[in-house]
């Protein structure tokens, strides 16, 4: 069983929708990051939530944490083709545990 | 900087060849990391490194896979024999800890661009 399960798996839209993906899991994390993968390269940091019912944005995304701290949610407005990829949550103070992904494509 | 460096980018080799992967952590950082990423397993720690000494290498999946650090700017990840069922990318990843009031959450990592290997 995956400690954090995301879903939708795969998620494809046309330029201009709004989409959510979501991080789930039974476990209490102190914080939780969020990566995007672009192919062939590794993931970058998108941002860290530490505190419950947490609300980050960065630009048009726009992360929560939950108020119990067991799951996250991403939601991008209008969303653009440079969104396309992978996009990874993660928990661990040092090593991390990464979740399954979310693969999006944005068609123009 | 120019960020995490790894070498190569690409292997082919066949079963039960040695094979090599190396990485340069950013300059500074005292953690480093290697992971593996698959379609079924997804990304998943094997080894960290804190100020090159190996901290948890429970996620290496077996003996044939070995890593060193041998100073705080190279680290070696050697799989002898490769099997085919090592076929993935492998991620090197480094960080910082940050200290004091300033150690909130998770420290950034950054990550490599990855080698790709094939075992046939």
């Known amino acids: 069983t995956q400690l954090l399960e995301q879903s939708p798996q795969f998620l494809s839209i046309q330029e201009g929708e709004n989409l959510t993906v979501y991080c789930n899991s039974s476990s209490v994390f102190s914080s939780l990051q969020w990566y995007r993968q672009e192919p062939g390269e590794g993931p970058v940091l998108l941002v860290t939530v530490v505190t419950g019912g947490e609300v980050k944005k960065l630009k048009r995304l726009t992360f929560q944490f939950g108020d119990a701290r067991k799951d996250s949610s991403l939601h991008i407005t209008a969303a653009q083709p440079g969104d396309t990829g992978l996009y990874l949550c993660a928990v661990g103070r040092r090593a991390l545990t990464f979740g399954s992904g979310t693969r999006l494509q944005v068609q123009p | 900087d120019a960020g995490v460096i790894q070498s190569p980018r690409h292997e082919v080799t066949e079963m039960g060849q040695e094979v090599t992967l190396r990485c340069k952590p950013i300059s500074g950082h005292d953690y480093l990391f290697w992971y593996r990423q698959t379609m079924m397993r997804g990304l998943e720690l094997l080894i960290y490194?804190?100020?090159?000494?190996?901290?948890?290498d429970s996620g290496m999946p077996e003996d044939r896979f070995s890593a060193k650090m041998p100073n705080a700017s190279f680290s070696t990840l050697k799989i002898q024999p490769s099997e085919p069922r090592d076929s993935a990318v492998y991620f090197c990843a480094s960080s910082l800890e940050r200290e004091g009031l300033y150690r909130i959450g998770t420290d950034t990592q950054y990550f490599g661009p990855g080698t790709r290997l094939t075992v046939l």
């Open positions: 490194f804190n100020n090159n000494v190996p901290i948890d």
